[in-house]
């Protein structure tokens, strides 16, 4: 069973750069077919998928926030990171770490959910 617990600051400056860890538990992040996705919920909005691992460690990013965009992984850890640059108050939603056996953008076809951490940008 795979789990997923988010972790990271409630509160960012803006400009500062937003980072967040997913803590996988259940199963090896390099093994199998499956995709690391980081999904983001804005207040009043749609879920947005900002990208994704694969186990071997290819990244690929959504379009709206690729610029400011960097996933990287701690595979001692088992752990999925985040790091979000030049952030904004529209930047202000809750951050879901995902995942799913096989390639999808689509939020809702993830399997696999963290409890979503609120992260607001304010100064």
């Known amino acids: 069973q795979v789990q997923l617990q988010e972790s990271g600051p409630g509160l960012v400056k803006p400009s500062q750069t937003l980072s967040l860890t997913c803590t996988v538990s259940g199963v090896s992040m390099t093994t199998g077919d499956y995709y690391w996705s980081w999904i983001r919920q804005p207040p009043g909005k749609e879920l947005e998928w900002m990208g994704a691992?694969?186990?071997?460690?290819?990244?690929y990013y959504g379009p709206g926030l690729k610029s400011r965009t960097s996933f990287s992984r701690d595979t001692s850890e088992n752990q999925f990171i985040l790091q979000l640059s030049s952030v904004t108050p529209e930047d202000t939603a809750v951050y879901y770490c995902a995942a799913r056996t096989g390639w999808s953008t689509e939020p809702k076809e993830y399997e696999y959910w963290g409890q979503g951490t609120q992260v607001t940008v304010s100064s």
């Open positions: 691992m694969s186990s071997s460690g290819s990244i």
